[in-house]
């Protein structure tokens, strides 16, 4: 059930400089991740490096290789959003160092979570010394969201450990969950080229929902527009790029010196750019604390923003300590609620806390105010509650929703969701589902072109809805004109019964030749080389009238018919089966058939042999 993700995974390196880093990925994929001159005369990797590698069980894994030098780290920081997993470097003759814990506490603040520890280098030490660096580093994870992460020694030089660190990664993804597709694609842009002949392409790592090459795209935030011309994965073309992948992005419209980190890549309008957003914060332990009005960098997704960060409920947020601050920027990032961050202090250059945006368009708060913190863990909450619908894209009702979450009632109030009833849909699932009965319809419609509708219960079994929320579901969809009710089956608005005008011409022609006598329907359809469906769309439409099983008048012949009932029995009081069938000049089966539809009609009523008005 659980194959590879189609689209793909991430995982990002970590670790001191000159720990090894790119050389094991060298040594893993075939490819040099350092790709600037500058970093081959240096030999140390300066800003982010790509790869990618195929597994053994066929999954696709991108790599992103960052630099381990302290000067760069806001490279590094550009390059650790959206991993599946770190890979954390660790030099086997050196053993833990400071970009070692920098790295790792980064990657606890944004709760990456799964992890993979290289211990490099191995032929350089004695087999004690390693033991001695293994316990050192399992001492320095243990503090961290890593603690459970394996250590596996390598060599590069003899490929010594590559093999299980291969296996080793493949196990650990193979316990990733998917990627969650949220419909709201963002590709927070980590580098920007030109190709001659292509123009402007820019990389990251896609997240929250899938792009397709011929969309519309806007940049926030600076709020350029473009358009897809082509995407790539690993460099394969693809038509669409699924999240949780690396992603280079063809655009038209934009140019190169448009574009850089921190800028996101998304569909229009569904990506804001915000200058104050309200944030759950965890200060390091061991640091300097984060106090009130503190000057911070604000890293999340590729950008780096200095700004302010307003403390809120105190004067300062003690090293080791959780705490809610506003942070207020300098320049505007294009982030959603529930997106993770860092903060770094700007001299000297620390990294001092990190955790969520919980509110990126909020309102200036009284500091001291106990009921702005309420709020906010209300908020934070309202994000457990839009978490946790989002597992359930067949909807779920207000009631179990609460419960699976343990939210109360009033978070409801926040909550991001479609409502049909009793049920609720995020509006990622409410679109598929719509979408899905859109696709449905279509293709009905293609099969039964002269159909007015699809039924409900076929529609029902589509969408694969419970009964009670499929009448809810239905009835909004109706309401949306997704979908429109005709005579009780459901249509896309667009769909028109479109009848084959031959073979209904010829057979209203034979019908119609001898009006009050026609020929039975299986002759007439014979002979005219149309369908019952040709009948059944006729007379929907009301050009036939249905007698009986094999009886059917043309709409003239049928009125004409009506009008000399009446007109009988004016004269003469009654009509009966003979003396109609004299005035029509037909045999007695039409006749006969006529008189019976209209009695079932409730024109005429039975006295006897006779009929007469009622
Ligand atoms: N003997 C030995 N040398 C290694 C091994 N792995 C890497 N090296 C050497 O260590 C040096 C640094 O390796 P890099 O791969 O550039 O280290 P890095 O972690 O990418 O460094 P930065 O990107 O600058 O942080 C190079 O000279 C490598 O040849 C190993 O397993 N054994
Ligand atoms: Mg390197």
């Not at 020694?153 to 650990?172: W, Y």
């Not at 990389?203 to 897809?228: N, Y």
């Not at 609460?402 to 409410?430: I, M, N, T, V, Y």
């Amino acid at each position: 059930m659980s194959g590879p993700a189609p689209g793909g995974y991430v995982v990002g390196t970590a670790g001191h400089i000159d720990h090894g880093k790119s050389t094991l990925i060298q040594a893993l994929t075939g490819i040099d991740p350092d790709r600037l001159e500058e970093e081959k005369r240096r030999g140390m990797t300066i800003d982010l490096g790509f790869a990618h590698l195929t597994l053994p069980s066929g999954r696709l894994v991108g790599i992103v290789d960052v630099p381990g030098h302290a000067r760069f780290i806001r490279n590094m920081l550009a390059g650790v959003h959206g991993l599946d997993a770190v890979l954390l470097v660790v030099a086997a003759d050196e053993g833990v160092m400071p970009q070692t814990v920098e790295h790792l506490q980064i990657v606890d603040l944004l709760e990456v979570g799964r992890g993979l520890v290289a211990i490099t280098k191995v032929d350089l030490v004695e087999d004690e010394w390693l033991e001695l660096v293994t316990a050192e580093v399992a001492e320095t994870l243990a503090r961290t969201c890593l603690r459970e992460a394996a250590m596996v020694p390598v060599s590069a030089p003899s490929g010594q450990g590559l093999d299980r660190l291969v296996r080793q990664l493949d196990d650990l993804l193979a316990a990733a969950p998917p990627r969650p597709d949220r419909g709201r694609p963002r590709l927070p842009v980590d580098r920007v080229f030109t190709i001659s002949g292509f123009g402007t392409v820019v990389t990251g790592t896609l997240v929250d929902g899938s792009l397709r090459v011929g969309q519309e795209v806007e940049l926030q935030p600076s709020g350029r527009r473009a358009r897809i011309r082509g995407l790539q994965q690993h460099n394969r073309r693809v038509e669409v790029a699924l999240p949780g992948s690396r992603v280079a992005a063809n655009l038209v419209g934009v140019e190169k010196e448009d574009l850089g980190r921190g800028e996101v890549l998304a569909r229009p309008g569904t990506v804001v750019a915000t200058r104050r957003l309200d944030a759950r914060v965890r200060v390091l332990a061991g640091g300097p604390g984060l106090r009130h009005g503190a000057q911070v960098l604000v890293h999340a997704g590729t950008a780096e923003v200095s700004g302010r960060a307003i403390v809120l409920g105190g004067e300062e947020i003690e090293p080791g300590e959780t705490g809610w601050v506003q942070l207020y920027l300098n320049r505007p990032i294009a982030a959603v609620a529930g997106d993770r961050y860092v903060l770094r202090l700007p001299s000297p250059q620390v990294t001092v806390a990190g955790g969520t945006f919980v509110d990126v368009a909020p309102r200036r708060h009284h500091r001291h105010d106990p009921r702005v913190g309420e709020s906010l863990e209300r908020r934070a909450a309202g994000e457990v509650l839009q978490e946790e619908l989002r597992k359930h894209p067949r909807g779920i009702t207000a009631a179990a929703l609460l419960q699976a979450s343990q939210a109360g009632e009033g978070d409801l109030g926040r909550l991001q969701a479609r409502r049909a009833g009793q049920w609720l849909f995020a509006p990622e699932a409410w679109e598929a589902l719509a979408a899905r009965a859109r696709r449905a319809l279509e293709s009905y419609h293609r099969a039964h072109p002269l159909r007015p509708g699809m039924p409900r219960e076929e529609l029902k079994s589509r969408l694969g809805l419970a009964p009670p929320a499929f009448a809810a579901v239905l009835g909004e969809l109706i309401r949306d004109r997704v979908v429109v009710d005709r005579e009780g089956e459901i249509a896309l608005p667009t769909h028109r019964v479109e009848i084959d005008a031959g073979a209904a011409g010829r057979l209203l022609e034979v019908l119609g030749a001898s009006p009050f006598a026609p020929p039975s329907l299986p002759e007439a359809l014979r002979a005219s080389g149309a369908t019952e469906e040709v009948v059944r769309a006729l007379v929907r439409r009301g050009d036939l009238v249905r007698l009986s099983e094999d009886v059917v008048f043309t709409r003239a012949a049928y009125e004409a018919a009506v009008a000399l009932v009446r007109e009988m029995v004016a004269e003469q009081g009654s009509v009966t089966v003979a003396s109609l069938r004299d005035r029509m000049g037909a045999s007695r089966r039409p006749v006969l058939a006529l008189l019976e539809h209209l009695d079932a009609q409730r024109v005429t009523r039975r006295v006897g042999d006779a009929r007469v008005l009622r």
